[in-house]
Each structure stands twice: as C-alpha cells, then as structure tokens.
C-alpha cells in the first residue's frame, strides 16, 4: 500500500506534469519552481566487497573473486583503488514519460569505485556513470585511465539497468546472484534505473562508515553516461527530474541524445562524427553545450584497445568484427571529452560557461561535407584530423556494430612524403592544430603532449 508520503509524490507529480503539458520549454526559459519534489532516499550500502584482483598469487583465478571488467590499469601506482559495493533499498518506478507507476520498489545492484586512495589527490568531482548495456554486459565506456586518474576525478560504475544486472548474476552467482532492479520481475523495462541511478548519487555524497568514497569528500557530482546511457539520461532529465530531488550537480551526455528541457542542471552533449546525421541541430544556451568531434567514431580504436583484454579474460575472448570498411577511428574522442568534464566543472562550480564549438558541415544534399581526402569539415578539429596521416571517419557498414566503429586508413609513406615533404613539416602541423585545439578549450595540454610524441612515431620512410 502506498504510504501517505508517497501518495503525496504522486499528486506533486501530476501536477508538475499538467504544467509541461503547457508546451515544450525553450532556450531562455525559466523553469517553473519545484513544489515539493520527491526526496531521494539514502540506500543501504554494503562494501567493500571482499576479493582478489586477478592474478593474485593469494587466492583462486576465478571469477568470483574479482569485480566483473574489473581494470588492468595499475591504479596504486596512480594512487588510486577499485573498489565495489552493493546498494539496496526500495526505489520508485516510473515511465519513459515520468508517470510514476509505483512506490517503495525493493531493489539491489552494485556500483563500481575508482577513486583516489587521499583527499590530496582528488579534485572534488565525482563522474557518476550510467553503465551502457547495449552489448548484454555492463560497459564502463566512458572510464578513460589517463585522463581521469591525472585531473584526480573520483569515477563510479553504477549498474541500473535489467540487462547488465543479469548478465552479473550468470557471470558469478556467488558475488552478485543477490542483485535485482526488476522488483522480482515485475518491472523488466528498467522502470526502477532512474531512482536506482539518483540513489547512487545519493550513496556517493554520504560520508563515514561504509561511504563509498571512504574519507573523500565531494564537492560536485556529474551524472554521465554513453549512448543508450545517455538515452535514459535524458529521460530521466526531461520527465522524472522535474518531480524528485536534484541529486546531481551537472550531466554530460556524451555520444547519445541530450535533453530537451531547461533544468537548472546544465547539460553538456559531446558527439563523435557518427553521431551527427542532421544539420539540424538545438542552440546552445546558457545551460546546454554541444559539441562535434571531426573524423571520430562512436566506439573508437582506444576504447577497444583498453577493453580487449578484459572481455578476453571475463568472457573467454573479445569480439571480431567483419567491417566492411577498416574499423575503428584512431581520432581520441575521450581527450575532448575529458576536457568537456573540467569545463562542466567549472561551469557548475564558477558559473563558467564552456566555449561553444563549430558544428560538422553538411553538403547542399545532406549528406556530411568531406575534404579532398575524405575528411569531415567542420566540428572540433584534433591534430589527426588537420595534420592527417590516416583516413580517420565516423562511418562504416556490415555486421553487428561495425556502423559504430568508424574508419581508419593510414595513408602509404608516398602520400605522407606528398602532404608533408618531410617529419619537421608534419610535427609543425600536429603542433600547430594542437595548440589551436587547446587554445579554444577543446583540448588539455597533456593530451596534447601525447599527441606530439605519438606523432613522432609516424614512419615517413626513405625519400
């Protein structure tokens, strides 16, 4: 039965949602005040959950003993840990429209932790995760090593979806075989992720006993997530954010849709050339930022470069894909994303607004305007794009997700010799775009370093 508190939620929610029924919100706008959104509740948090990293000597190789993709990154060495809990308490069940169909949902799910081992090493800013399931697993897509461990970001894994949940339980019964977001079943449309999701955040802010940050204090909590993360995202911004509490600082849709609302929440929307199919795209405005990375793929070359080992250990192998173009753009999406998240900071923070960037190009036909080799025009442009030594794209066709992988060909050493003249030219050029890129903000200088001193791997051969 629900309780009167909860019966009052639900005449709030109609009322909130009789005021959006009004007409869509617009740039500029002023939201209505919320009256009495619905708390968040604290869940329950159990952890660390005991085990061994894989390999330890100490204990058994098998799976039961380690989080599930648990990283290969040697974060001590980083001053970092991994660490996983469990969370549990009831969550609330709504519609992809905001309806909220039901109260005081008993639920329990897992959140992944990488964080600084010490206060001195973290900046104060947790990136909270939606983890992506469209492979049937949960898919920390959006954990980038370098960029996150070196800007000193606490990074949380949070399992809120059906699909990932279950996958955990078949792949260790021992460790997870307790989970459930479904409520027994009853509510297998994820209706319960975006409670599941705010409670984590919820779970991520509290402090002492077992908070899993530990001693780490927070200032500000983003809410992220990678495509069809990004996609719930979105519903949770725009239908069921309007009628509970606001747990998160800002969001930052990455790769996936954005939302259409304007929340007090500013929301940041970073896209790979694969994603960019209209030149129809929303403004920005003083809450939403969108940005377009030239010559990128959805899931690019160092996403799966990372993970191939860890689902060859886990699952037995990795996946191979029959493309039908080479696979895997080589442009580093995850350098303007991690940029994307110090802007977002600050803009939650300081009220700093993050410069806007130009859009990709789009031909008189509609379809994505190219230069002489095949590059996009337009949008964010990285060193692999203006100093190219590769066909790097966004597109690509055949089985499974190849249409998600992009394209790289690298360019023969004539064509180099041809484009350049010589390797003094060519690192001229990845400099030059470089410093360009982080002039306008799109870009971080240790990722530019990077660039540079991969640049001068190129082979340009023999004259």
């Not at 025009?377 to 499974?400: C, H």
């Amino acid at each position: 039965m629900v309780s009167l508190v909860k019966a009052s939620r639900v005449v709030v929610a109609g009322v909130v949602a009789a005021g959006l029924a009004a007409g869509p919100a617009h740039a500029g706008a002023r939201e209505a005040p919320r009256s009495a959104p619905a708390p968040v509740p604290v869940p329950a948090v159990e952890g660390p959950v005991p085990g061994a990293l894989p390999g330890d000597p100490a204990a058994p190789d098998v799976r039961d003993t380690y989080p599930w993709l648990s990283t290969d990154v040697n974060l001590a060495a980083r001053g970092y840990v991994e660490q996983e809990f469990h969370l549990s308490g009831a969550a609330d069940a709504y519609s992809t429209t905001g309806e909220l169909l039901e109260a005081d949902v008993p639920y329990r799910t897992r959140i992944i932790v990488r964080r600084p081992a010490q206060q001195a090493r973290f900046n104060g800013t947790v990136l909270a995760e939606w983890q992506n399931v469209t492979a049937g697993y949960d898919l920390d897509a959006l954990w980038s090593a370098d960029q996150i461990t070196r800007a000193g970001y606490a990074w949380v894994g949070v399992s809120a979806q059906r699909v990932g949940v279950n996958q955990l339980r078949q792949w260790s019964p021992a460790r997870y075989g307790g989970l459930d977001v479904t409520g027994g079943g009853r509510f297998a449309a994820d209706e319960l992720s975006y409670d599941i999701f705010a409670q984590a955040a919820r779970a991520v802010r509290a402090r002492g006993g077992t908070a899993p940050l530990g001693r780490l204090r927070p200032d500000t909590v983003l809410a992220v997530g990678a495509s069809q993360s990004a996609s719930r995202m979105t519903v949770y911004y725009d239908a069921v954010l309007p009628k509970t509490e606001s747990v998160f600082d800002g969001f930052a849709n990455i790769i996936g849709s954005a939302p259409t609302r304007v929340g007090p929440e500013p929301v940041f929307q970073v896209l790979s050339e694969t994603d960019v199919r209209s030149p129809v795209r929303p403004a920005d405005t003083d809450r939403f930022r969108r940005w377009e990375v030239a010559g990128s793929a959805h899931s690019g070359w160092n996403g799966q470069q990372y993970r191939r080992p860890l689902l060859a250990r886990d699952l037995g192998s990795a996946p191979v894909y029959d493309c039908d173009r080479p696979p895997f753009s080589h442009v580093p999406l995850h350098h303007v994303i991690a940029a994307a998240y110090d802007h977002l900071t600050r803009w939650v923070e300081r009220g700093i607004a993050p410069p806007s960037a130009p859009p990709l190009e789009f031909d008189a036909d509609g379809s994505k305007a190219r230069d002489e080799l095949g590059l996009a025009r337009g949008g964010i442009r990285l060193s692999q794009v203006e100093a190219p030594t590769a066909l790097n794209d966004g597109d690509n066709s055949g089985e499974s997700f190849c249409r998600l992988f992009g394209t790289h060909v690298p360019f023969d050493q004539a064509k180099l010799r041809g484009l350049y003249r010589n390797r003094g030219r060519y690192l001229a050029g990845v400099a030059l775009a470089d410093a360009d890129a982080l002039r306008k903000g799109y870009l971080l200088p240790a990722d530019a370093a990077q660039n540079l001193k991969d640049a001068a791997e190129v082979d340009f051969g023999r004259r």
